[in-house]
């Protein structure tokens, strides 16, 4: 077993808080106000980093499962990720009743596993479930050879095939876009990408990277600010997944935290506690489609004002998260002790 790279921990646990922190936007009301005022602006830009939390995910499966190959237990192991996916979806079908009296039958939840729907969030999944099953696949081709120009080629055709149609198309049909969709493999092939050349990465000078990052990120802020202020947020192919705006803040999130110096502690309580919670990420995000059903009902009611409650927002996603983080440390200790725990014994 491979040393534990916490960096991507760290990457991991700050993309489900970016979740939360995200769908703070959405369900608050912000796409719904003119942007003018100075909390609306920095939501503005706060998005522009909080939008990565997908794209990050999707890197760092890049990362960790870049050697995978199809084996007789490969397409087996999909079955956690589905069995996670139907006891928490069922779990927030049931909160939603007892809590918040929303009328949802049973067949309404059971049909909903299939498409989705259940968990608002679930989409995710659905994407995954693809995803994983393709990654042998995308792995055999990144392998094929070791050559760093046939792997640049296909992180460069992957970049031009899902995300520069949304930069180089604002005016006028330009490049293709009929592949955008298919963004995943393209943030899955850079995640393998800076696996492949991690020590090359680490060579990078810290100071270089924070004032190139900062450069970029602040042009960036500026132009999200030009593009939206004082008007409702426009929702474009430009600041979606398959946008140029989260491919390179993605990209710099990713390099700024595998530069972090973590030390070679296996033990540490801060170790220990990153890795859990990175660990928990699917569970915790299924979870916030609850947490946040629940919060935002009763902040609604609390703060009717849309522009007042941009000031709670920090207050918001915490409770909202530590809620989901608390239910998810639940079930998980429940299904490691039990249904995953027989499933190791049956395989020994």
Request: no cysteine.
């Amino acid at each position: 077993m491979g040393k534990r790279i916490y960096q991507i921990d760290s990457i991991k646990v700050f993309a489900i808080f970016s979740v939360v922190s995200v769908h703070f936007l959405l369900n608050s009301g912000f796409y719904d106000i003119d942007i003018e005022s100075l909390l609306a602006s920095i939501g503005t830009v706060l998005r522009l980093i909080f939008i990565t939390a997908v794209p990050l995910f999707i890197m760092s499966t890049g990362f960790l499962m870049g050697e995978k190959t199809l084996d007789d237990t490969y397409v087996t192991k999909l079955g956690k990720v589905l069995l996670i996916y139907i006891v928490v979806s069922l779990i927030d079908w049931i909160g939603h009743i007892l809590i918040l009296h929303n009328e949802f039958s049973f067949s309404d939840a059971v049909f909903g596993l299939l498409d989705y729907s259940t968990d608002s969030y679930g989409w995710y999944v659905e994407m995954y479930i693809g995803l994983y099953l393709i990654i042998p696949l995308l792995n055999a081709a990144w392998h094929n050879s070791e050559d760093k120009r046939y792997h640049l080629y296909i992180v460069v055709t992957s970049t031009i095939l899902f995300f520069l149609p949304s930069l180089f198309n604002i005016f006028g049909k330009i490049l293709p876009d009929w592949w955008t969709a298919a963004y995943p493999i393209g943030y899955y092939y850079l995640g393998l990408y800076f696996k492949t050349y991690l020590e090359q990465i680490k060579t990078i000078r810290v100071k270089s990277l924070f004032f190139y990052s900062g450069t970029v990120l602040i042009f960036l802020s500026i132009l999200t600010l030009l593009k939206n202020y004082g008007g409702i947020f426009s929702w474009t192919t430009q600041n979606d997944y398959m946008g140029y705006q989260p491919f390179i803040v993605s990209i710099i999130i990713f390099l700024l935290f595998l530069k972090l110096p973590f030390k070679d502690e296996k033990n540490g309580s801060f170790h220990f506690l990153l890795a859990k919670i990175s660990n928990m990420t699917l569970t915790i995000y299924l979870f916030s489609d609850l947490t946040d059903s629940i919060v935002y009902y009763y902040f609604k009611q609390f703060v009717p004002n849309i522009e007042a409650r941009f000031v709670w927002a920090p207050v918001i996603v915490f409770i909202s998260f530590t809620m989901a983080l608390m239910l998810s440390f639940s079930v998980e200790i429940i299904l490691s002790k039990t249904i995953f725990n027989r499933i190791r014994g049956e395989k020994s």
